[in-house]
């Protein structure tokens, strides 16, 4: 178990890893790492705030033993490998359906691979269709047929 100080918990904090951090995706996982400004992506010298970590693990990936298998395989992997992120770095972690049947090695692998990425500043995966950084709408804004009057509204 982390404890209460290294646990993302504010849908606020959520946010902004998510939002404003680099992210980089693997079979398993997607990792959403946000580095303060100011704080290099090696310097991991005392804050006030220690680093923190965040877990999503949605209902596509089990049911409710699954997912809470899951979240601890990866709640251990994450606890760690948080000294080694600079002080006040939010990390959210989600889990894609693949890792409920993936070992614990496959995690750690796909886990270190993602975090490294991200800390290297990429976006991988950022290109997906209809996603938030692709340029495509989910508010249909720009669509290119009018919807007639009372329809979908």
Do not use: K, Q, W
């Not at 970590?53 to 298998?69: C, K, L």
């Amino acid at each position: 178990m982390l404890p209460a100080g290294r646990r993302v918990r504010t849908a606020d904090a959520f946010g902004r890893a998510v939002r404003g951090g680099a992210r980089a995706g693997r079979p398993t996982l997607v990792v959403h790492v946000l580095i303060p400004s100011g704080a290099a992506a090696d310097d991991a010298t005392p804050s006030p705030r220690p680093a923190a970590a965040g877990f999503v693990v949605s209902r596509a990936v089990g049911g409710a033993v699954v997912r809470n298998r899951v979240r601890r395989r990866l709640r251990h992997l994450v606890a760690d490998r948080l000294e080694g992120l600079p002080a006040g770095t939010e990390l959210v972690v989600r889990a894609l359906p693949p890792s409920a049947g993936a070992t614990s090695a496959d995690l750690a692998l796909d886990l270190d691979d993602a975090l490294r990425r991200a800390r290297r500043g990429g976006r991988s995966g950022a290109g997906r269709p209809g996603g938030p950084r692709s340029g495509g709408s989910r508010s249909g804004a720009g669509r290119s047929a009018p919807r007639p009057a009372g329809v979908g509204a």
